[in-house]
Nanobody, 127 residues
Framework: QVQLAESGGGSVQAGGSLRLSCAASGYTGSSYCMGWFRQAPGKEREGVAA????????LNADSVKGRFAISLDNAQNTLYLQMNILEPEDTAMYYCAATRPYYCAYATLAAGAYQYWGQGTQVTVSS
């Protein structure tokens, strides 16, 4: 059973940085996608960034391009999200997600493509 555990959330002032981590366990394959999603109160879940482990391609939402970067440590099976120049609009619960092995062929921000989800970590950005 795949399990995902996020960490690294917290409170920061606008313009600051945070790095989220997601430790994945239980994987037996190497070709799958992982991604970061977020949901603010009263808003729909939004895909933030994704990566395809099979080829390394990444995809960022327009709202975070140039500010956020997703990366994957294959040896540690740990997903990261480096968040820079944070804005109050980035305040949300951030979730790590992953697909089953061979269930994706390229990085995607479509939430329906992901079968495994973490519990989330809160990010709060004050102005």
């Amino acid at each position: 059973q795949v399990q995902l555990a996020e960490s690294g959330g917290g409170s920061v002032q606008a313009g600051g940085s945070l790095r989220l981590s997601c430790a994945a366990s239980g994987y037996t394959g190497s070709s799958y996608c992982m991604g970061w999603f977020r949901q603010a109160p009263g808003k729909e879940r939004e895909g933030v960034a994704a990566i395809y482990r099979g080829g390394g391609s990444t995809l960022n939402a327009d709202s975070v391009k140039g500010r956020f970067a997703i990366s994957l440590d294959n040896a540690q099976n740990t997903l990261y999200l480096q968040m820079n120049i944070l804005e109050p609009e980035d305040t949300a619960m951030y979730y790590c997600a992953a697909t089953r092995p061979y269930y994706c062929a390229y990085a995607t921000l479509a939430a329906g493509a992901y079968q495994y989800w973490g519990q989330g970590t809160q990010v709060t950005v004050s102005s």
